[in-house]
Nanobody, 122 residues
Framework: QVQLVESGGGFVQAGGSLRLSCAAS????????MGWFRQAPGKEREFVAA????????YYADSVKGRVTISRDNAKNTVYLQMNSLKPEDTAVYYC???????????????WGKGTQVTVSS
């Protein structure tokens, strides 16, 4: 059983930056592919980014590519999402997620956090 807790969300103006964190507890965290999803008002939940267990493979949605960087620190059981050049359309609740591999993560993650709100204005 793995529990995920997100933090770092907030209210920023367009062009600003935020760094989201996802703290994990439980077993086998280092072997999980981790990622971030988001859900905006009136929209379906969408994939944002993912990172392999080793940190050697990263994946990004086209909508955020070039503006965000996902990373992980297995020693700290933490995954990060650095977001720069934020746009109003980035406004959403951001969810941390984990899966046994990239396929599982992208299709139906095994674990979800409760989310952290990101609001981008102007």
């Amino acid at each position: 059983q793995v529990q995920l807790v997100e933090s770092g969300g907030g209210f920023v103006q367009a062009g600003g930056s935020l760094r989201l964190s996802c703290a994990a507890s439980g077993r086998t965290f280092s072997r999980y592919t981790m990622g971030w999803f988001r859900q905006a008002p009136g929209k379906e939940r969408e994939f944002v980014a993912a990172i392999s267990w080793s940190g050697g493979g990263t994946y990004y949605a086209d909508s955020v590519k070039g503006r965000v960087t996902i990373s992980r620190d297995n020693a700290k059981n933490t995954v990060y999402l650095q977001m720069n050049s934020l746009k109003p359309e980035d406004t959403a609740v951001y969810y941390c997620a984990g899966g046994m591999d990239v396929s599982v993560l992208s299709r139906h993650p095994d674990y979800w956090g409760k989310g952290t709100q990101v609001t981008v204005s102007s």
